[in-house]
């Protein structure tokens, strides 16, 4: 069976209808992914809409049973990397409710919260490639080969850089966290005598 | 197996891409070692957080100004203009044959029509004169009718649907 990705893509060459439905197929993913990338719901708007004509535009390139989720990545990696360095992305001010929870308790939503609000300050902080495979892997789930696929390495290199980009994040979370504790624990301390 | 070469290979073992023997020896060196145990538990943890970051929907106007921006690059493909001459074309003879059918073999028709009566105390004499117009028809003036309200069909469906395009590629 002809995966749906290569019949639309094929279709999308001639009818404006399919293209458009390849967009519906994927606009999701893309749009979650470029809000992470940016921090800023307009700009992965606006990044998503360029990503889709860049798509488009290049569509005779793409060579027909190759993976399209790699290629249509490539380019969104590339205009989002434009993009940080044009503006620096921000940490978004809008509360997000974590995505599928059940809690009942408050106190088991407030840390989640707090953890996310931290997870998506780190991530807008790292280094936008490294934050870029950690979405790719994590995010949007792609497999190893589609990762390297789209950013043009070798597997093992895709790996290796996820890993370091993994232990960058787990610094930048823990290692803050380690740090304010270590203000708290100060805090509590009793103030020395000025006498 | 060491907490260096443990620390090295918990990544692998969280992923899933260790050996069994691999695997085994990162559990049993992770049950007797706090240190590598708080380890993966962290590295655990964020991964499941960033799975859990919220999803949102992309507005649906990204279909719209995508296809806004590319519908000039969008022209008919030969194949499509071929067709689109055939079914035009088809459609201009449709109408031109099923014009003289019908102007020629209306004559009898029209008298038909002329003689309706209108009734207003008897509602089935209108019927009863539309029968007699449809008898009075001839085959021919029939499928004249048929003709153009089937080329009339084959106009819309044209107009509405936009077969076959390709893109600009410069």
């Known amino acids: 069976m002809v995966p749906v990705d290569d019949r ?28 992470r990338m940016t921090g800023n719901r307009e700009d992965a708007e606006d990044l998503a809409q360029e990503t889709f004509v860049r798509v488009f535009r290049a569509l005779h390139r793409f060579r027909a049973g190759s993976p399209f989720k790699p290629w249509l990545y490539k380019i969104a990696v590339n205009l989002a990397i434009n993009h940080y360095h044009a503006r620096k992305p921000t940490a978004p001010l809008l509360d997000e409710l974590p995505s599928g929870s059940t809690f009942t308790s408050p106190e088991l939503m407030a840390e989640l919260r707090e953890t996310q609000r931290d997870l998506r300050r780190a991530l807008l902080e790292l280094p936008e490639q490294y934050r870029a495979i950690l979405l790719l892997r994590h995010l949007n789930e792609l497999s190893y080969e589609d990762i390297a696929g789209t950013l043009e390495v070798p597997v093992r290199t895709a790996k290796v850089r996820l890993h370091r980009a993994r232990k960058m994040l787990q610094a930048r979370m823990f290692g803050a966290q380690k740090a304010s504790d270590h203000e708290l624990r100060e805090s509590e301390r009793p103030a020395p005598s000025l006498s | 197996m060491n907490c260096g070469k443990a620390k090295d290979l918990l990544q692998a073992y969280l992923d899933g891409t260790l050996e069994p023997t691999g695997r085994l020896a990162v559990e049993g060196h992770v049950a007797g070692c706090p240190g590598c145990r708080g380890e993966l538990v962290q590295l655990e943890r964020l991964l499941l957080a960033i799975e859990s970051l919220p999803r949102f929907s992309a507005p649906e106007r990204v279909v719209a100004r995508t296809m806004a921006a590319i519908a000039p690059r969008f022209r008919p493909t030969p194949r499509s203009r071929l067709v689109g001459w055939a079914i035009n074309g088809g459609g201009l003879m449709a109408v031109l044959t099923g014009l003289i059918v019908v102007l020629t073999s209306a004559g009898e028709a029209g008298e038909a029509l002329a003689g309706l009566t209108l009734d207003q105390d008897n509602p089935f004499a209108l019927i009863d004169s539309l029968l007699a117009v449809a008898a009075s028809m001839e085959l021919t003036f029939v499928a004249g009718m048929a003709l153009l309200l089937s080329a009339g069909y084959l106009t819309l469906v044209q107009l509405v649907t936009t077969p076959g395009t390709e893109m600009r590629t410069s």
């Not at chain 1, 893509?9 to 001639?14: G, H, M, Q, S």
Request: no cysteine.
């Open chain 1, 8 to 35: 639309l893509v094929e279709a999308a060459r001639e009818d404006p209808q399919a293209f458009a439905d390849l967009i519906r197929q994927h606009q999701d993913h893309l749009y979650n992914f470029l809000y």
